[in-house]
């Protein structure tokens, strides 16, 4: 009987989520609100306005308007610098608006908790930032467009001393420099 060794499955895996994440962020449809017939005089309908423009491409507005796109902050687990797989569509997302828009930018900016000393924050803070740029560039982004930095620990946006903060502690934060 032939065995499969693990790291091949984890690999096929990967590509099946990532090409899942693909083809669910590629094809985006503009909702149009049901026409008035007369029985709802007075009310109106809320926007919809979710995705890319009607051509299918993103437009720099969209970093405002689209819920997928605003959502600029993956987070990480203790002392790892591999995606989560609840990020993949996010990360999707983002390395559309970057092949629909050549002349955008971002800086992927990694952090850490305060555990840890200084050096391996950084280091962490990099690896993670690396870990969203693969991604990114795996769904199609260009690597030209992307810049990493790490702050390690030292832009924590909380300070207290319990998993809760630290948990939030511990991401990559997508910032766009040239919409």
């Known amino acids: 009987m032939n065995k499969i060794a693990p790291a091949t499955v984890g690999k096929v895996v990967l590509a099946a989520l990532l090409c899942t994440v693909a083809v669910a962020c590629s094809k985006k449809v503009k909702e149009v609100p049901p026409t008035d017939t007369g029985s709802n005089v007075g009310t109106t309908q809320p926007s919809t306005d979710m995705g890319p423009t009607a051509s299918g491409a993103y437009g720099?507005?969209?970093l405002d308007?689209?819920?997928c796109l605003r959502q600029r902050v993956v987070y990480f687990d203790l002392d790892q610098d591999s995606l989560k797989p609840e990020?993949?569509?996010i990360v999707g997302c983002h390395a559309k608006y970057?092949?629909?828009r050549p002349s955008s930018r971002m800086t992927l900016e990694g952090n850490a908790d305060e555990r840890g000393s200084r050096?391996?924050?950084l280091g962490l803070g990099e690896r993670r930032g690396n870990a969203v740029s693969?991604?990114?560039q795996a769904n199609g982004g260009s690597g030209s467009q992307i810049t990493v930095t790490s702050y390690g620990?030292?832009?924590?946006v909380c300070t207290d001393s319990n998993e809760d903060c630290w948990a939030k502690n511990r991401r990559v934060e997508i910032v766009y420099t040239s919409k």
């Open 98 to 100: 970057l092949r629909d």
């Open 65 to 67: 308007t689209d819920a």
């Open 119 to 121: 050096e391996y924050n």
């Open 60 to 62: 720099p507005n969209d």
């Open 87 to 89: 990020f993949q569509a």
């Open 134 to 136: 693969s991604a990114i």
């Open 153 to 156: 620990e030292e832009r924590p």
